[in-house]
């Protein structure tokens, strides 16, 4: 199950300017794929895979016994923005209301002047048309940016990702969600010594139980299950 997945856990500078499909995994996008087949093929297909949350990086030493570090989307969106704030590059935010994206903006333009930014909040539907997926290709391939950045949440925007992937006239695409909302300010991260102790995850749930709540609480017992599941059976295999 989770040992299927090919996590990347080295220093994110290692990343070239190949054209590259970035994902993160944590628990519950590891429970989603169980059930979704195609979110599965999309994160098992992405040239890199990040482990965004403490969850897999107790998981994955824990089963194989092998130290990893967790790299958010967070960590990977800064790291993009710095890069290309250096090389004076471009990137393309894909996802979220208008309101947040010129926040994003706003915020951009103020730490990184030298990036180009262009944006496109697609029709807030559960499945997209196929004008509608026509459209936003268009949109960013009309740009060229360095980076897309697809903010749609979990697992709508790694299946659009990959799907259309091989369309997309880009260098990186990374699926970073709730970053959009985060960097906005539109929602609040947790601090930083709760995120370095490994509780952004109940940071979560307190400030937003009734969305959360079935996530972390029935979720998180889901994950475990299945991480002692796969344990047991790598012991018997032996």
């Known amino acids: 199950m989770l040992t299927r997945f090919q996590i990347f856990d080295k220093e994110l500078e290692i990343l070239t300017d190949e054209k590259t499909l970035i994902n993160t995994i944590n628990a519950h996008s590891l429970n989603v794929s169980q059930k979704d087949e195609l979110f599965k093929k999309a994160l098992q297909n992405s040239d890199v895979l990040i482990p965004d949350g403490i969850s897999i990086v107790w998981a994955i030493r824990f089963l194989t016994g092998e130290k990893i570090k967790k790299i958010a989307g967070a960590d990977l969106f800064f790291f993009e923005m710095q890069r290309l704030e250096k090389k004076g590059g471009t990137c393309f935010f894909l996802g979220s209301t208008d309101e947040t994206l010129s926040k994003i903006i706003m915020r951009s333009k103020r730490e990184y ?8 909040s697609p029709p807030y539907k559960s499945e997209f048309s196929s004008e509608d997926n026509i459209r936003m290709i268009k949109e960013i391939n009309a740009f060229k940016p360095d980076v897309l950045f697809v903010g749609m949440t979990a697992p709508k925007q790694e299946k659009w990702a990959y799907t259309h992937f091989e369309k997309l006239k880009t260098k990186h695409v990374c699926s970073i969600g709730a970053v959009f909302d985060f960097y906005a300010g539109t929602v609040t991260r947790a601090p930083n010594w709760m995120i370095r102790i490994g509780l952004e995850w109940f940071y979560r749930l307190v400030k937003e139980p009734k969305r959360m709540w079935r996530r ?14 796969e344990k047991y059976l790598q012991t018997n295999r032996k």
């Open 216 to 229: 972390y609480l029935i979720g998180n017992t889901i994950f475990v299950l299945q991480i002692l599941r």
């Open 113 to 120: 002047p030298n990036v180009q930014i262009q944006t496109y």
